[in-house]
């Protein structure tokens, strides 16, 4: 399994935007007690990308990229696998 961590700068400013709205667009999304507007979800996805509070990962084998938060457990998991 071939995954990677994508920095948000390398992205065009297009390709994050689709990358963000397909992230927040998702049932089961969850930001907090009160429900949001997509422009203020945009907004802290962006955000949390920018300052490296979450990190873009892209997998090979399903061409899939997805948002994490840095301290996911999940992503453990992954430098694990990358080693």
Known sequence: MAVHIIPSDKLSA???KG??????SR??????A???????KFKQVKQ???SGWAVLIYDDEAETTN?????D????????LNE
């Open 48 to 50: 949390k990308l920018a």
């Open 19 to 24: 990358v963000i709205d397909e992230f927040i």
């Open 34 to 40: 009160m429900e949001a507007s997509p422009e203020t």
């Open 73 to 80: 457990p999940l992503l453990k998991k992954i430098d694990q």
């Open 27 to 32: 049932d089961g999304t969850d930001y907090g």
């Open 14 to 16: 297009e390709a994050l």
């Open 67 to 71: 948002i994490f938060m840095k301290d």
